[in-house]
């Protein structure tokens, strides 16, 4: 069974500038999340998906970030502009159902680097 | 705030012997537990979870501890193997939100010599 496939696997731009991330989450997956991981720190949930909803996106800072997932499976996850600050890993996960026991399994995450 | 603490950046651990990572949390509203593994280059894995009505849960090598007056959770490995050096993070939820939003810790680089 493929894993949750992430791209690009890394990506270095100039402040100011937009990018994207892609996610490809495990098949029949119905939930997935974005999270964002600071050096030395663990992750940080940034939004969860229900099929195609945005069920949280409480931490999702909305002046620059957003994110679709317009038929429920693959998802995007856009920055515009970029600032410094965001350099970080952006990590993509899946779960099987929306249920506390479920585990969530996750991609190997897309490294930004802002100039 | 951080709610999750995992106050030991790293860890250095002889083969065949026991490692222990250890994890605090401040929300006593967290009922759910959970460790996750990193490789580098890698998300992370799902290791061992518990949930609060036990203060233990054993899976092979590996078995987390409980302490829920003391909000302190670890994670036993032993015998510890080579295959065993990556980051450890520990994450807990609030299952009565009834989704799984998991609060990570900062993360124990975990490192078993030889």
């Known amino acids: 069974e493929a894993g949750v496939v992430q791209s690009p696997r890394y990506k270095i731009i100039e402040k100011k500038q937009p990018v994207a991330f892609w996610c490809n989450p495990i098949?029949?997956?119905?939930?997935l999340y974005w999270y964002r991981q600071n050096l030395g720190q663990g992750p940080e949930l940034l939004i969860r998906y229900e099929n195609e909803e945005a069920v949280d996106d409480s931490q999702l800072p909305k002046d620059r970030f957003s994110a679709e997932r317009l038929k429920g499976v693959d998802s995007t996850l856009k920055i515009q502009p970029a600032e410094l600050g965001d350099s970080a890993v952006y990590l993509c996960?899946?779960?099987?159902?929306?249920?506390?026991?479920?585990?969530?399994?996750f991609g190997p995450g897309t490294r930004l680097l802002v100039l | 705030d951080q709610q999750v603490k995992q106050n030991s950046p790293s860890l250095s651990v002889q083969e065949g012997r026991i490692s222990i990572l250890n994890c605090d949390y401040t929300n006593s509203m967290f009922d759910y537990f959970l460790w996750y593994k990193k490789y580098p280059a890698e998300g992370p894995t799902f290791l061992i979870s518990i949930s609060s009505i036990k203060d233990k849960n054993e899976d092979g090598r590996f078995t987390v501890f409980l302490n829920k007056s003391a909000k302190h959770l670890s994670l036993h490995i032993v015998p510890s193997q080579p295959g065993d050096s990556a980051v450890y993070f520990c994450a807990a939820s609030d299952t009565l939100q009834g989704a799984q939003k998991l609060v990570f810790g900062q993360g124990t680089r975990l490192t078993i010599n030889p």
């Open positions: 996960a899946s779960s099987p159902i929306n249920s506390w026991q479920e585990t969530q399994y």
């Open positions: 098949s029949g997956h119905n939930t």
